[in-house]
């Protein structure tokens, strides 16, 4: 540990102005699925490599045919491993804004309870907070020791939040510049406030936008209404149907590659301790709303769902306008757990619809994006390695977790560039990522940056 | 009919005019649903207030606790009846713009096809150029004989399309000035575009917006998915359970009040020989949606409806957002026939939402108007003349109907001035009121004006 000390220091010393520089990047609204922030997606991108080339790192912004990605390079001792470190620079949009309590691009530190600060914005945690404490760890080991403790590649993106569309096919034609040894994958959560951990479990996600078309143009409900089609009933029969009364998805195949948690993982969950109560509590509810006779944590860690994230039709406004809509829509996301195959479950859900509609009736369907679930080792080294420098920084037995949200990114570099990926991140799960009043605790900032340069340590001993 | 002619012929030398006086009245946007609008719906009543001074009438804006109202007074004959006419001012608002092919405040005459013409804009039809053609049949009346056949008192609301919040009140308190010997009501349409109409039934309206509550804040659908209630999926199966597989509403005591239509009344409806085909095919449907085994007529003149008039929850711009929204909401109105309470309707549909919510989420409700159905006669000697009046000037024998609409003053004539009311219009089922692209046709707006006079002129024959 004798190089990890002065690093550590340096960035205690430091923490005001890495604040500074976080709160910077914030203030770009770089909201990535509305095409009028394009200008400032590229912003956020310009100016991550601005600040990666004051640290020594060889950095571009790299065009594809969406958002660009970042890619920087920066050299090792010999023989010491090559890192590839993943983030996103692209934020969720900010709507509804009337419920922000602050400016979401005008991020401060807030004292919420004595000795508790919080840095507020959008991206604050979900993902620019999260991956500056990599560039933090960086830029302190190498303000130190003048180099880094092995050759790292950063490659951060531009379009995370809208399914990474230009993500493969610029994996694939840069193959050779981005393979290393492992990847470092930053965009996930501690257990809680104190308590580190490691994901080894994702859930993947299929996301489908339906859009009920009935007649050819908005009607008086008084004169066609009994007799005109209704899209918005329609819409709300066929994803009532989704769910049996135990929770289930009756979609014909939706559980084709489920596979049962293995009992002793189960009951190391179980040993976790955390209850409907508690987890939902927070949030205002109590009842687990999935499949029923299953634990809370493998309802969000191993069972899959079928969520509606979005839904519209007919007159929305103030007041009242009695009206029969030409059409409706859902957006709706499945999240997949162990073999279950996206584009089969793309397929069954368009079937599923399909054959419930009215025969003068019509559908269209959008697809956003679709990635497969990822199951990472339990007890490689590098995972050993990496709890320990967790837990040496935290003071606290680092777990090992999985999580309920999608990280597709991982898949791609198992399947693309054969490498497989350590799931490190220090979000809460009350940080609001893509709702109003995002946050990221100030100890998940500073204590984030060290257990990085700790982790580094670790892996390069 | 001595006294008549002079007058049809006034109206037909007048007609450019009458139509710039229209255009006048429909450029003012009076929506009375958007309180942004306000300040162009006091313009719309002052407008016309100028405009019935001009012809003589004794006219004011008279302010309620919501819109105004436009009262005005002209003196008949010693010993000739006393008529009211209703008609309002306000219009529907006009989202979604980009589908007007024409600027909906800025209204043209437009030659569709040879010889016939149309004039476009919101409130052409619904109800400025109705509530017009009378106006103008007592300007031309008034220009050839100094004098109006009877007396008469003009009603123009300002709310008719938010429910007439301010009516019932504002008839109570005026009921001595407004109590005529019967009402003349011209928000109602022809059977087709050459045959006259008037109608006896006219079903009834409850309209509620119900909110699902769940999660305190939108949570992501990856952490909380699987466990977290969601507003929408409970949304949707709650409104999914309204209807049953044959179309009946399933929510107990409905259908209380609701009676069969006579024999000879559904034989006289059979006759018109109204297939879907026809009905539904302009709007590029075929299938009837309501109770099974109920002909086309009786689905939209004599059964009651559940209809979802708008819906909307999560994210609903462009692209995806993986969002588990804290709430959603419907629009949901129920057209009544016959006996139906509307109150105990509404009950019922609260009820019917509530058993069904899970313990840990919430709903709230927002009240949107109510009224019973209207039943009148089929051959009072007011219809009888009228049908004669109607006849004379279309050339073609009138029809009594019933309506799928809602026209709730008709029931407060009834039940707070002791007032029957004849409802006579000229608007065309295609005239895409409360749609974009609304029109009149200009043979109503001409033949409309006639029928009037002749009405006139035969009630006080």
């Known amino acids: 540990m004798s190089a990890i000390q002065p690093v550590l220091d340096r960035l205690d010393a430091d923490l005001d102005a890495s604040l500074e520089r976080l709160f910077s990047f914030v203030r770009i609204p770089s909201i990535s699925t509305d095409q009028a922030y394009a200008p400032d997606v590229r912003r956020a991108a310009e100016w991550l490599v601005d600040d990666l080339k004051s640290i020594g790192f060889d950095a571009s912004v790299r065009d594809t045919s969406g958002h660009p990605m970042v890619v920087a390079h920066h050299e090792g ?40 600060k919080i840095i507020t914005g959008r991206g604050s945690s979900d993902d620019k907070g999260q991956l500056m404490l990599f560039v933090e760890a960086c830029r302190a080991w190498k303000a130190v020791h003048g180099s880094l403790p092995c050759k790292i590649t950063l490659l951060f993106e531009g379009e995370e939040e809208t399914g990474s ?20 994958v930053c965009d996930t959560s501690m257990w809680d406030r104190d308590t580190p951990a490691i994901s080894v479990g994702l859930r993947g996600l299929v996301g489908e936008e339906v859009t009920i078309h009935a007649a050819n143009r908005d009607l008086h409900s008084g004169h066609y209404g009994g007799a005109a ?16 009364e135990n929770g289930r998805v009756t979609i014909p195949g939706f559980y084709d590659g489920v596979e049962e948690t293995p009992s002793q993982v189960k009951a190391s969950w179980d040993a976790l301790n955390l209850t409907p109560e508690k987890f939902l509590g927070e949030i205002g509810l109590s009842i687990p709303s999935g499949e029923k006779d299953r634990s809370l944590l493998e309802l969000v860690w191993a069972r899959p769902t079928a969520e509606f ?22 957006k709706v996301s499945f999240r997949l757990v162990h073999k279950q195959d996206p584009e089969q479950i793309r397929a069954a859900f368009r079937a599923f619809v399909e054959e419930r509609l009215p025969a003068d009736c019509s559908v269209t369907f959008e697809k956003h994006g679709g990635s497969p679930a990822i199951q990472l080792s339990y007890d490689s080294p590098i995972v050993t390695r990496a709890k320990s420098a967790l837990s040496d920084e935290w003071n606290k037995q680092a777990l090992t977790i999985a999580m ?41 900032f500073h204590k984030g940056q060290r257990s990085w340069a700790r982790i580094l340590a670790a892996l390069t001993a």
């Open 77 to 116: 001792p010999e023989g010491s491993p090559h890192v590839l470190f993943y983030g996103h620079y692209d934020v969720q949009p900010v709507d509804p804004l009337e419920l922000w309590e602050d400016d979401p691009f005008d991020p401060k530190l807030k004292e919420v309870e004595p000795g508790r």
């Open 165 to 184: 569309p230009s993500l493969k096919p610029f994996l694939e034609a840069n193959k050779e510049e981005l393979k290393a040894d492992f990847a470092l």
């Open 229 to 244: 089609a209704n899209p918005i009933r329609i819409l709300a029969k066929i994803l009532a149907d989704i769910h049996d």
């Open 309 to 330: 994230n979005g839904i519209s039709g007919g007159y929305e406004g103030e007041g009242f306008k009695t009206v029969i809509a030409a059409q409706a829509s859902a």
């Open 404 to 444: 309920g949200g999608s990280i597709p990114i991982v898949g791609d570099f198992q399947k693309l560039l054969g490498m497989e990926s350590l799931l490190v991140g220090f979000a809460l799960d009350d940080d609001r990522i893509h709702s109003p009043n995002e946050k990221y605790e100030l100890s998940s």
